[in-house]
């Protein structure tokens, strides 16, 4: 199983960034698909989740009304749109795939640098 991200990037503060996840060697549709970043000297945390069939949604407080997850089954691709970006949103951002047993993926990671 294999997950790579892209789009990372810098950004000055307001800007705006499309991450996207390809995903291969597992049933993409089956798993629920995540963002995660973590930020210097910070522990990872979870900033976006959407489950199987894209219909549910979970954003962390601080990337709410900012950040759109989103997924497409069929290019085994998960999306995560970044808005109004803020110096506070600069970290590496990890994609996840969860399965149905408990099977767990990572990527290897994009920076996303929100600076002027």
């Known amino acids: 199983a294999q997950l790579v991200e892209s789009g990372g990037g810098l950004v000055q503060p307001g800007g705006s960034l499309r991450l996207s996840c390809a995903a291969s060697?597992?049933?993409?549709?089956?798993?629920?698909m995540s963002w995660y970043r973590q930020a210097p000297g910070k522990e990872r945390e979870l900033v976006a989740a959407?489950?199987?069939?894209?219909?549910?949604?979970n954003y962390a407080d601080s990337v709410k009304g900012r950040f759109t997850i989103s997924r497409d089954n069929v290019k085994n691709t998960v999306y995560l749109q970044m808005n109004s970006l803020k110096s506070e949103d600069t970290a590496v951002y990890y994609c996840?795939?969860?399965?149905?047993?408990?099977?767990?993926?990572w990527g290897k990671g994009t920076l996303v640098t929100v600076s002027s």
């Open positions: 996840n795939a969860r399965g149905p047993s408990g099977m767990d993926y």
């Open positions: 060697g597992f049933t993409f549709s089956g798993y629920v």
């Open positions: 959407i489950i199987t069939l894209g219909g549910s949604t």
